[in-house]
C-alpha cells in the first residue's frame, strides 16, 4: 500500500458553494473546506461581514488532495477550467472584490506551477485571465451551513442554475480525474 502524499491548495472562484461542489468530485481530493482568506480585517469574519466586501477576504476554498493521485498542476488546470477566470471581482451574478478569481500558494514551488498555468492557458481565453496569484495568509473556515453546501442543497435555485452546469463543464474537460 503505497503511503498518502497529502498536499493543500487554496483557490477562490467566486463563490466557495460552487468550487467546493467541483472539488468533491475529484479524485485524489481528501477534504474541500469553504472559508475566507486574503484580507485584513481583525478577526474571524462572518458570512455577512465577507458579503459586504469590506474584509478584503475572497470565498476560496481548501483542498486537501492526494499528490500520488492528483497533481498540483491538474488541481489548477480544473480550478481554472471551471469558473471564469477573466471576470475581475466578479463570477456571474455575484459580484464584488470577495468573488475574486484567486490563487494562494503556500511555497515558491506552488507560486511557479499557478504561474505557469495561468500562462499556459491565457491563450484558450478571448479575454486576459484575471486571476490573482497570492501568498496564503491566515485562512479562516466558513459557517457549518456553508460547508457541503451543494450535498446538502442539490435542489436549491442557485445549485441547479449556477452550480450544475459547472459541474456539466468538470464532467466534459477533466473526465479522467472525477471519482
Known sequence: MTTKKLEVATVGGGCFWCTEAVFNHVKGVEE?????TGGNAPGKPTYREICSGLTGHAEVVKVTFDA??????????IFMTTHDPTTLNRQGADVGTQYRSVIYYYNDKQKEIANRVL???NPLYS???VT??????????????????YQNNPDYGYCTYVIDPKLNKLRQLHTDKLR
Open 32 to 36: 474541500v473546506i469553504s472559508g475566507y
Open 127 to 129: 479575454n486576459q485571465i
Open 119 to 121: 500562462e499556459e492557458l
Open 68 to 77: 500520488n493521485i492528483i497533481s498540483y498542476k491538474d488541481i489548477l488546470e
Open 132 to 149: 490573482e496569484v497570492s501568498p496564503m495568509g491566515i485562512f479562516y473556515e466558513a459557517e457549518k451551513e456553508h460547508q457541503e453546501f
